[in-house]
């Protein structure tokens, strides 16, 4: 493809749209797709056809609209493209879907399953990674182009050299969007500087953090996006080959990245020669096989190698020495997703985003006891007061707010006195915990905070790789005096041993997951020793969530 | 015309091919060699060989670690290693708990103790008459609809001990 004919499929795109006047997007994200979104999507198209309107609407399924608990959520545009009147219904399903439609189309709005588009739920929202998701179809590459996919790619091979790349994504302020938060300008750096024949590109799609599903769903809505993102990274750095490490748990993801690739390389947007430069670049898809370890960069590069994902010591890092012992360039997915935008906008533009040093945007994953579960993109900075009340509008029942756990089993918790906490990489640090991934996971006064610092524990157990002694043998003497506190047996001295323990694995352990294991340990003991100290003392748990030794039938 | 047929050149037996003569063996072949043997693919030539099979028995094993040219302690050892494959053979069919931490504050625990009350079978096992395997997984990313459970592969949200329950039973009756 050449620009020419880049510019030649978004007018023609950009007409179609312009014909039609309705617009119905149906969720078709695997949140949705398990509420029943295909038949909803099935009786739209049916009805469509039926009344004989395929030319004026439109109807094709698309990427997480956000308020997974309601799903299946449809969303209508209708009038004019820029000057379109939205309206988004929720809990559709098979049966009221035809219904729904030809009453919308017809003028009258089905007010029981209407939600207005100013919701505080997406009113208090900003998408730059989710921009697409929820407006384009994922399964067409055309619908994508025509609504501005691969304009920045063709910026970047055409207008800027790939120093110029570099300089714009640091000038962005861009950090790792897969926990750690390292600056992505200076990783892209390294790798572009390394003096080697052969490089690779490397996107984690590897989301182990249990209560996350941001990349699930950006891979889901925008497939196109990442790919985008890969290539200007290749571009960059020079590199000629990528591959995306995705779960093995996400089979929609899967389906949808395999075609958006098979399309790409049809349109010749990946491959040799791309927009008639001397850039070449593939890409292939490596499936994990549930490895939460793999999550860890040096595994995840003998994952793809075909190996037991085991970490090695760094440094060598594998931007010096990765994949094959060539230079590796790995982000992650969302911080691809964040990539043709800033080269689209410019580094500047980016940087006014957020906070001076956590700049853009995050996507959160809002789950567990909240009204509303799912999917957001706020600017960075913002109080968890906001997200959480505003957003996520509050606690079901009337409950109390207890705390919110981010950065899953290497996170923290962070209890009611800090709400107003504004949410970047500093400040979660702060208060102990960390930025993670973005699962959000919401408990109230009924979740025993003990009961979950146990549970992360059981995972960090399960999934050590036991290369290393203090992960392997420490998870589980951690889990060991957990399962005494919840049952009752532990004596005062235990949690001295575990601020034991938790301090030599975060020293001594080889890789993340050892070193952050004890995380939700630490931080549960800081804000809740009473819980803690009820288990052991008083023999009751205030969450009456464990059994202390009575047995659970009696308890129950 | 008979004659010729019968007298058709014996096909001489591809001395890699495997005994036994299943055609899934065929398809494995197949698949390896889109990846040209490279012991690079083992994790995606493991994954097919799942899907044919339903569980990676020691015969596939050896038959991939040969084709391969890998030692069967790392073919064994990488089919050890990650969760997703079973060196079992599942049930005929497979209920799927997820128990992702929003699953979990939701309530999974609860739908796992229900499926082991009414069949004796715990997480990672099959019940006696090979009808149905429990299994949990590490978080489905299916969180906003939380608990989350796949019947088979078909996934479904906001679960509870009797929709489960309700939804396994016919799968037993059938014995």
Redesign the interface.
Same mark, same amino acid.
């Given at each position: 493809m050449n620009s020419e004919e880049l510019q030649h499929i978004v007018e023609r795109k950009q007409a179609e749209r312009a014909a039609v006047r309705h617009r119905v997007c149906v969720c078709a994200a695997a949140g949705c797709q398990s509420l029943g979104a295909e038949g909803v999507l099935e009786a739209m198209r049916g009805a469509v056809k039926a009344d004989g309107l395929a030319g004026s609407v439109e109807v094709h399924g698309t990427g997480c609209l956000g308020l997974c608990h309601a799903g299946t959520m449809v969303q209508i545009d209708s009038g004019a493209p820029g000057e379109e009147s939205r309206i988004l219904y929720e809990r559709v399903d098979a049966e009221n879907a035809a219904l729904l439609l030809r009453g919308h189309l017809e003028g009258r709005r089905d007010e029981a399953h209407a939600v207005a588009p100013d919701a505080p739920f997406f009113a208090h929202q900003r998408r730059i990674v989710l921009e697409g998701s929820g407006r384009l179809d994922p399964e067409d590459i055309e619908h994508c182009i025509g609504a501005g996919a691969y304009q920045a790619l063709h910026k970047a091979l055409t207008e800027m050299t790939s120093s110029d790349v570099v300089k714009e994504v640091s000038q962005s302020g861009l950090r790792g969007r897969g926990g750690a938060g390292y600056p992505t300008g200076l990783k892209w750096g390294t790798v572009s500087k390394a003096t080697s024949k052969k490089k690779y590109v490397i996107c984690n799609a590897d989301e182990g953090d249990p209560g996350a599903f941001m990349d699930r769903s950006v891979l889901e809505g925008d497939p196109h996006r990442v790919l985008e993102g890969m290539a200007i990274a290749a571009y960059a750095v020079g590199a000629d080959q990528g591959f995306i490490y995705v779960r093995g748990e996400y089979p929609l993801a899967i389906k949808r990245l395999k075609l958006a690739i098979k399309q790409a390389e049809r349109a010749q947007l990946l491959g040799n020669r791309i927009f008639e430069s001397g850039f070449n670049f593939r890409v292939d898809l490596r499936i994990g096989a549930g490895a939460f370890v793999c999550g860890e960069e040096t595994a995840l590069l003998q994952s793809v190698e075909g190996q037991r994902g085991q970490p090695r010591p760094r440094p060598p890092f594998p931007a010096q020495s990765g994949l094959w012992g060539e230079p590796t360039l790995i982000n992650n997915v969302e911080t691809f997703a964040n990539i043709p935008t800033i080269v689209q906008n410019g580094g500047a533009w980016f940087q006014k985003i957020g906070t001076p040093k956590s700049t853009g945007t995050k996507v959160f994953a809002l789950a567990g006891k909240i009204n509303h579960t799912g999917l957001i993109e706020v600017p960075m900075g913002m109080t968890l007061r906001q997200i959480l009340f505003d957003i996520g509008g509050g606690i079901p029942g009337g409950k109390a707010f207890k705390a919110a756990q981010t950065g899953g089993p290497s996170g923290g918790c962070i209890p009611a006195q800090h709400l107003d906490l504004p949410v970047d990489y500093e400040s979660l640090q702060k208060v102990g915990t960390i930025m993670g991934s973005g699962g959000l996971i919401v408990m109230d006064e009924t979740s025993c905070m003990v009961d979950v610092a146990r549970f992360f524990m059981e995972f960090c157990m399960e999934e050590s790789c036991g290369k290393c002694i203090p992960c392997r043998a420490g998870t589980v003497q951690m889990h060991d005096l957990l399962q005494k506190v919840v049952e009752g047996r532990a004596v005062e001295g235990d949690l001295d041993k575990l601020t034991e323990l938790a301090d030599l694995l975060k020293s001594t352990s080889l890789c993340g997951l050892g070193q952050t294991a004890p995380n939700p340990v630490v931080s549960t003991l800081r804000y809740f020793r009473d819980e803690y100290l009820a288990h052991i003392v008083e023999k009751r748990c205030p969450a009456g969530v464990c059994a202390l030794g009575k047995d659970k039938e009696v308890a129950a | 015309m008979e004659t010729m047929a019968q007298q058709a050149p014996v096909v001489k037996p591809d001395p890699r091919a495997h005994p036994s003569g299943d055609k899934r063996f065929k398809m494995l072949d197949a698949a390896m060699k889109r990846h040209q043997f490279?012991?690079? $693919?083992? &994790?995606?030539i493991?994954?097919q060989a799942q899907e044919l099979f339903g569980f990676l028995s020691d015969d596939v094993l050896i038959y991939v670690g040969r084709a391969l040219k890998a030692p069967l302690s =790392?073919v064994y050892?990488?089919a050890t290693?990650?969760?997703?494959?079973t060196l079992k053979p599942k049930g005929a069919h497979t209920c799927t708990v997820c &128990?992702?931490?929003?699953c979990?504050?939701?309530g999974a625990s609860e739908i796992l103790d229900g499926l082991r009350k009414a069949y004796d079978v715990k997480p990672g096992e099959t019940t006696r008459d090979g009808q149905l395997s429990v299994v949990v $997984? =590490?978080?489905?990313? $299916?969180?906003?609809?939380?608990p $989350?459970v796949a019947f088979d592969?078909?996934?479904?949200?906001k679960q509870t001990k009797a929709s489960v329950l309700a939804r396994v039973a016919p799968w037993m009756e059938r014995t």
């Open positions: - | 490279e012991s690079d $693919a083992l &994790l995606e493991l994954h =790392r050892g990488v290693f990650y969760n997703f494959f &128990l992702g931490t929003a979990y504050v939701k $997984a =590490r978080c489905v990313g $299916a969180c906003g609809i939380a $989350a592969s078909d996934v479904h949200g």
